[in-house]
């Protein structure tokens, strides 16, 4: 049953057709990190919209993949699983179940963009939002532009600097979620960091960064030693799904890096991987094998060494995402390395050859290229000073 706010005019639903996509994923897991599951309080202030009678969200797809995103945040994962795909219900009143957003209270007034009601409902979120830690505002857009002045139509998909302001000035940490608009990010996201830095005098803005939008920060003198730690943490966790960088006046913006979540997924994708080599018997055949580098001779694997299970090792930088939503990635190598000898009985060496494959990951089974041959190793039996005089 869709929730639905009374107005004069009647009931008006919310516009709930983007909840559990891809970017609420983000955006609940962020703010379950920044209020710590139980420490800090905070007040939800949807600044919701009639519904547009815009088709629906479409950015579910990951809700099918749990291999690659429940890592990020299980519990939350599951919750919108069951949301979406499991009840088919798309609401936001969703969001208000301690499973997802626990110690919140949510201000669901819709808002217009009537200038005097738009008072009004500022004044009943103050009442909410007492005794709370954090205040995040979920506007449509972000915050305000010279083309919408308050009052004027459309003006309700902003937040506007005098409201922010008067958030921070009571006391509380200010979150704000912004729509990238068409221009370059990396300066966006300064420019907007520095604005808010002048207006609220806080000491350091936060922002976090997805592939759509970005979050940003204004932290109270209270909570900035919690947000900086719980910043640290996202970064941690989200890797490059959510950039984190700090602002701090005068100063160039420092970039906070971990991927400890991404690397337990790129482990997963390698045993997947490897469990498909086997499945499919693509196991590196001996023709691969060069003839011995020392005498000519025909080479054979060794026993116990020249495994058709293929050893996996990723090379260089482990992952460049392909799409942002499936967290489809592409490694730069996937290498083999088997042992062989040679079967001259006068010779015996012993080399170990690297097999690489690139392989992209884009959906249930791996894309591999063709393997080439690299000698990494030779070890002679009859002294290795023999090699090294031959190749002299």
């Known amino acids: ?156 998909k902003y937040l506007y600097w005098d409201e922010l302001v008067e958030a921070y000035s009571r006391g509380y940490s200010v979150l704000v979620y912004q729509h990238f608009p068409r221009v370059d990010r990396e300066h966006f996201i300064t420019d907007l960091a520095e604005e808010m830095e002048a207006k609220t005098g806080a000491e350091k803005i936060y922002t976090f960064a997805t592939p759509d939008v970005v979050f940003l920060l204004s932290p109270s003198k209270k909570d900035t030693d919690a947000f900086e730690e719980r910043s640290s943490r996202i970064a941690e966790v989200w890797g490059d799904q959510i950039g984190v960088q700090r602002h701090d006046a005068g100063l160039p913006p420092q970039d906070y890096t971990g991927n400890e979540i991404q690397k337990d997924a790129i482990e997963f994708g390698k045993d997947e991987l490897k469990r498909w080599a086997e499945e499919e018997q693509m196991s590196v055949e001996y023709t691969l094998a060069p003839s011995c580098p020392v005498c000519g001779g025909e080479m054979s694997s060794m026993p116990g060494l020249g495994s058709r299970t293929p050893e996996i090792h990723l090379e260089g930088d482990p992952v460049s995402k392909i799409d942002p939503e499936m967290g489809d990635y592409s490694t730069d190598c996937v290498v083999w390395e088997l042992a062989f000898m040679c079967m001259e009985e006068s010779c015996a060496a012993e080399i170990t050859i690297s097999h690489t494959m690139q392989v992209q990951y884009p959906g249930d089974r791996p894309l591999l290229s063709s393997p080439t041959a690299e000698i990494l190793d030779v070890d002679l039996k009859r002294g290795k000073s023999e090699l090294q005089n031959g190749n002299n």
């Open 1 to 156: 049953m869709a929730l639905g706010i009374k107005s004069r005019k009647g009931t008006r639903p919310m516009k709930n057709q983007y909840f559990g996509d891809i970017n609420d994923f983000r955006k609940y897991a962020l703010l379950r990190i920044l209020i710590g599951m139980d420490n800090l309080r905070i007040a939800v202030c949807w600044m919701l919209t009639a519904d547009d009678g815009g088709p629906d969200g479409e950015k579910i797809k990951y809700l099918y993949h749990p291999d690659r995103w429940m890592l990020f945040d299980q519990g939350l994962y599951e919750e919108l699983r069951e949301a979406v795909i499991v009840d088919k219900e798309r609401n936001v009143a969703r969001a208000e179940s301690p499973g997802i957003l626990p110690c919140a209270k949510f201000h669901k007034e819709i808002l217009s963009d009537d200038f005097e009601r738009r008072r009004g409902y500022f004044e009943i979120l103050w009442e909410t939002a007492e005794a709370c830690d954090l205040v995040f505002f979920d506007p449509d857009n972000g915050m305000e532009i010279k083309s919408k002045p308050k009052g004027r139509k459309g003006s309700s």
